[in-house]
């Protein structure tokens, strides 16, 4: 395997970088971002690398580099130092809409093959909080598998993972004890060298103590949980990406304190695929499985064949999609209001032609 493919080299990317024809640029990925730089590793070494003014051109569409990224680079000589030119297209990407009130896209990490998604079951267990992070996994294009962790701190595992396995719908699901390092063996087929995998989940719910042991030595901060409520303030403060020793690459997000969805439509209709097969039998084809008569979904809850805490947690994630699109619309048109203006007050003051 050579060095390219150890860190997640594949066809796609080869061959998106031959299409630049920029035979001065290197590959390389991006290993940790920062505001206006980040750092790359490639055949040369670690580097330390800027953007190139293309880069910095948000609103024309171009993207600036994040965490796991494949990039085309021009090294500096001996300096440690490069310039990103250019950013290949992403495999897979993590994404969510940006904390606050900004109508904007945050791309967290890149290329990841497999999200490890972290849910605690010392009280943080929620079924309805791993149908939303299972949303945003499968919309971001990489495979989920949910590890239920802290197994010493329950006294009901097998209810917990029953009530998991009720709206995971197949994806793979493992009970573990990461602070112990018990049932970690099982997640071998996906760490295999080249491979790219991220931790997600809540604050607390021990993704750092996992990070450690998959790493192998201490490198991330771990905090305990409060005891009054089971929960924990986020210790990993930058998105990494590290190298473990069985050869594949470990993405550590930080604890995400406001988690917003982002244009995640066909990750809600996969987290939810229950649901379209009840509702081919539906009346209308736009039925909203709200008050429209026929509804055939209603009809399932009503059988007890569907959950209706499920249909409860698809109509809240949908709604909650419309109404951000319906923010995005609105933000695009205040903002192309707001491009008009400068050039109607140049008009305005623009002199007349007479006669």
């Known amino acids: 395997m050579?060095?390219?493919?150890?860190?997640?080299?594949?066809?796609?990317?080869?061959?998106?970088?031959?299409?630049?024809?920029?035979?001065?640029?290197?590959?390389?990925?991006?290993?940790?971002?920062?505001?206006?730089?980040?750092?790359?590793?490639?055949?040369?070494?670690d580097l330390l690398a800027d953007f190139a003014g293309r880069l910095r051109i948000k609103d024309q569409g171009i993207l600036l580099p994040v965490v796991g990224d494949w990039v085309a680079i021009s090294p500096r000589g001996g300096?440690?130092?490069?310039?990103?030119?250019?950013?290949?297209?992403?495999?897979?990407?993590?994404?969510?809409?940006?904390a606050g009130e900004h109508i904007e896209e945050q791309v967290v990490a890149a290329n990841i093959d497999t999200v490890f998604l972290v849910s605690?079951?010392?009280?943080?267990?929620?079924?309805?909080?791993?149908?939303?992070?299972?949303?945003?996994?499968r919309e971001s294009g990489a495979e989920p598998v949910v590890l239920l962790n802290k197994a010493d701190l329950c006294d009901v595992v097998p209810l917990r993972r029953a009530e998991a396995e009720a709206v995971l719908l197949g994806v793979p699901l493992f009970v573990i004890e990461a602070k112990r390092g018990l049932g970690l063996e099982v997640l071998e087929p996906w760490l295999q060298?080249?491979?790219?995998?991220?931790?997600?989940?809540?604050?607390g719910v021990g993704k750092s103590t996992l990070a450690n042991r998959l790493l192998g030595v201490e490198r991330q901060k771990t905090r305990d949980v409060r005891e009054s409520d089971d929960r924990g303030r986020h210790t990993t403060s930058a998105r990494e990406l590290l190298r473990l020793p069985s050869g594949a690459m470990l993405i550590d997000t930080p604890g995400m304190r406001e988690l917003q969805l982002w244009d995640a439509d066909s990750g809600l209709t996969e987290t939810f695929s229950e649901l379209d097969a009840f509702a081919a039998g539906c009346r209308f084809r736009d039925c909203s499985h709200e008050a429209e008569p026929g509804c055939a979904v209603r009809a399932a809850v009503e059988s007890g064949a569907l959950p209706a805490a499920r249909l409860a947690s698809w109509a809240?994630?949908?709604?909650e999609l419309q109404s951000l699109a319906d923010r995005q619309d609105a933000y695009s048109r205040r903002q192309a209001e707001r491009r008009w203006i400068p050039i109607h007050k140049s008009l305005r003051k623009a002199p007349k032609k007479r006669g």
């Open 316 to 319: 809240r994630l949908r709604k």
């Open 120 to 137: 605690g079951l010392d009280g943080d267990h929620n079924p309805r909080r791993l149908e939303r992070f299972l949303t945003l996994v």
């Open 2 to 45: 050579s060095w390219l493919e150890a860190l997640g080299w594949g066809d796609d990317f080869a061959r998106a970088f031959a299409a630049l024809d920029e035979p001065e640029l290197v590959p390389a990925r991006v290993l940790v971002g920062h505001a206006g730089l980040c750092h790359v590793v490639c055949e040369q070494g």
């Open 79 to 98: 300096e440690g130092r490069a310039t990103v030119h250019h950013v290949l297209p992403r495999r897979s990407r993590f994404s969510r809409k940006v």
């Open 193 to 203: 060298p080249g491979r790219t995998v991220a931790l997600l989940g809540s604050s």
